[in-house]
């Protein structure tokens, strides 16, 4: 084999000298690894673009005969170590396969799929389906995703039907990987003893393993089932107290509004909501989003995503804060999250009522000239447009803080009871540990609902679910039909992080059991907390996240894990921690 180029000019290579007898051409460079929150960061490790599908195997058969492990890489915007561990050094048998310069092709495969490669982005993937009058119920809402990142850890938007809302062909409301009608991966061929290039349709059992894989595969490119678009309506509001839209269902309403404000009634109305509910703060920034063929007369219409610039381009005094915080002024919490809160209402409705009535450094950092800039470009609480203008709403530029992450599987019919449970236990731990003096959590809550994964919506008789996916229905509990996403955001090295992380992972487990609702974890954040770590307690790990996708019988976590390892019985798609965690 000839020896590889060099490709990156002013990237001058370390001491370590670069992996010998490497396929023809590879194109080969050196780069830190750093994910989103910068809490999985490493040496320089060698890295690679691969410029066609085809030059992956060839990768693959170098890997197994020189003991190295391939990793694929895309936007890095992920918080688990699925693809490397934090402090991985330059010594580490591992290449990087970096999607996002070459993989990227997007094509028509009918005129109701797409055909994607895995290093394209899902804003291009959602761009190319509007130009053909296309779109998707449900996407996560960062536009600089790989597809290939989103469907290793099925990824999700925020969708369930409304009342009386009929699913129109091709649309699903669980994870972007159950769109998908067929796949191509890298896999070894018994007959050869090679690793090639495989497609699979949704209708072959072994599929289901790949649709959410978590890195321990490479996916080249998808076909993905798309259906006609639906223009929709989002409302924000700030205006509903959390005890009052998270609470109990049970409990009794105010008396004042003149209809139920609850997030299941939200849900129930318009079938799709997230809710942001900022540390220390009372009043959620909750949003709506409505199927509306036609613009609403009170709506400003959008034709681009990214439409809450105080969000994605944060106002110097959120960012001098968050820096006050980073460098260790913890107890600023309470008014970051207020920051916040003011900064969103702001842009979003124009009210400064709250702001002229604040003091002290809210008044001071809330300038003339900050007001300005949030002002401008007019205000953002109802909008409407074609769907991917709506749906993706995360730039890059947003503060990049680290979070946990859990699925609660229930009836819709418990969707408050799981809501209000949480809302409860949240607070009680933010208060304990504020009683103590102690602010571990300084960013917000995510509230996000979706359906199950029904293989039936991709349209291929025969297919099944994603086998690892949090969306992956019970077949015990058909009843369990909606899935309610829990998300704390935090700055990374906060102290008490980890512990109020843990305190609040045992407290779902203990609320969630599987009796009326039952928790499994999503997969790119974080999850597996100790008292000082993430994705490091042992029970967990071992026992309850293989159980969460072993409960109710039929296939679920050994045959997905027998799977990957019949396909792939090197391991050369993997890593420490996935040998631990994927393992029978």
Request: glycine share 10%.
């Amino acid at each position: 084999m000839a020896a590889a180029r060099h490709r990156r000019p002013g990237q001058r290579p370390g001491r370590r000298p670069a992996p010998p007898g490497l396929p023809a051409g590879t194109e080969l460079f050196r780069r830190v690894y750093r994910n989103w929150s910068g809490e999985v960061r490493t040496d320089q490790l060698w890295t690679c673009a691969p410029r066609t599908p085809e030059e992956v195997p060839a990768l693959a058969d170098w890997a197994r005969a020189h003991g190295w492990r391939l990793r694929a890489q895309g936007h890095r915007h992920t918080w688990a170590p699925l693809t490397v561990a934090d402090g991985t050094p330059e010594a580490a048998r591992v290449l990087l396969l970096d999607t996002t310069r070459h993989l990227t092709a997007i094509t028509a495969d009918s005129p109701t799929t797409v055909r994607a490669q895995s290093g394209a982005t899902m804003e291009a993937l959602l761009a190319h389906l509007a130009e053909r009058g296309l779109g998707l119920t449900a996407v996560p809402a960062p536009g600089e995703l790989t597809v290939g990142g989103v469907l290793a850890i099925g990824g999700h938007g925020t969708a369930v039907p409304a009342a009386g809302e009929v699913r129109p062909d091709g649309h699903g409301y669980g994870s972007v990987s159950n769109q998908v009608t067929r796949l191509t991966a890298v896999v070894l061929d018994p007959a050869t003893d090679r690793y090639t290039l495989r497609t699979f349709d949704r209708a072959e059992a072994d599929s289901a393993a790949f649709l959410v894989h978590l890195g321990r595969a490479f996916v080249t490119e998808v076909v993905l089932r798309a259906g006609a678009d639906r223009p929709l309506r989002c409302v924000s509001r700030l205006d509903i107290p959390a005890a009052e839209l998270f609470a109990r269902p049970d409990a009794s309403p105010p008396s004042t509004p003149s209809r139920p404000r609850t997030l299941a009634d939200f849900v129930e109305r318009d079938g799709r909501v997230e809710a942001i509910w900022f540390a220390y703060t009372e009043r959620p920034w909750l949003k709506t989003w409505s199927v509306a063929p036609n613009r609403p007369f009170a709506s400003r219409a959008v034709d681009e995503p990214y439409n809450y610039p105080f969000s994605d381009s944060v106002p110097e005094p959120v960012a001098r804060l968050a820096g006050d915080l980073v460098a260790g002024t913890w107890a600023s919490a309470p008014l970051f999250g207020q920051l916040q809160y003011l900064v969103a209402k702001i842009g979003l409705t124009g009210d400064l009522t709250d702001v002229l009535l604040s003091g002290g450094l809210l008044r001071e950092l809330l300038t003339g000239e900050v007001l300005t800039h949030l002002l401008a470009g007019g205000l953002r609480s109802d909008l409407w447009g074609p769907s991917r203008t709506l749906l993706q709403y995360v730039r890059p530029t947003t503060l990049r803080v680290t979070a946990n992450g859990y699925a609660i599987l229930a009836r819709r019919a418990d969707l408050q009871w799981v809501v209000a449970e949480f809302a409860d236990r949240y607070r009680a731990l933010l208060d304990t540990y504020r009683d103590r003096g102690e602010f571990p959590v300084n960013g917000a809550v995510e509230i996000r609902v979706t359906g199950v994964d029904d293989p039936a919506w991709s349209g291929v008789p025969g297919a099944r679910p994603p086998l690892l996916s949090a969306l992956r229905p019970r077949p015990d509990r058909p009843d369990w039909d909606t899935a309610v996403w829990l998300d704390v955001l935090g700055f990374p090295g906060t102290p008490g992080l980890h512990r109020f992380g843990r305190d609040l992972e045992q407290a779902l487990l203990r609320s969630f059991d599987g009796t009326r609702a039952g928790l499994r974890v999503e997969w790119s954040k974080g999850w597996a907390y100790t008292e000082d770590a993430a994705w490091a307690d042992a029970d967990v790990l071992d026992r309850v996240i293989p159980a969460g996708l072993r409960d109710g019988g039929g296939p679920g976590w050994d045959e997905a894990v027998t799977t990957l390892d019949r396909h792939d019985p090197h391991r050369v798609f993997g890593n420490p921690f996935l040998d631990r965690l994927l393992k029978l």
